[in-house]
């Protein structure tokens, strides 16, 4: 009788490690195609933010609206206790959520030195 249950806990641990496993390596799928999202956005801003330009808050506008849904995406990632935080910041992703929450603030310094 014990022998049975010990069986049946210990499939049922199999199961979940199996299920772990597999939702794991789809968060790191998920996290990599976030990284070239995080890259795309990297450049333009680096574009956008030019010395030699001004950054207009259209542009600042357009980029909020681009880049929401990888924002969204980068947050429930981050929440996720089946990726580690280590691994996401390791593609950049803490990167470009400091970038994007730092977006009004590098326009206006651009903005500023352009102008100076």
């Known amino acids: 009788m014990y022998m049975k249950i010990l069986i049946a806990v210990f499939v049922i641990l199999i199961v979940l490690a199996i299920i772990s496993f597999r939702y794991n390596r ?11 999202g995080a890259r795309k956005f990297h450049e333009e801003l680096k574009k956008l933010s030019s010395p030699e330009r ?8 357009k980029m909020k609206m681009k ?11 981050y929440d996720s206790r089946f990726i580690s935080n280590e691994y996401l910041d390791k593609l ?3 990167d470009f959520m400091e970038e994007r ?3 009004n603030h590098t326009q206006f310094l651009n903005n500023q030195s352009h102008q100076g």
């Open 67 to 77: 880049y929401a849904y990888l924002l969204d995406t980068v947050n429930d990632l």
């Open 101 to 103: 929450k730092l977006l």
């Open 54 to 61: 001004l950054f207009t808050d259209e542009e600042v506008h």
């Open 92 to 94: 950049g992703l803490g």
């Open 26 to 36: 789809k968060l790191k799928e998920k996290a990599k195609w976030c990284a070239q």
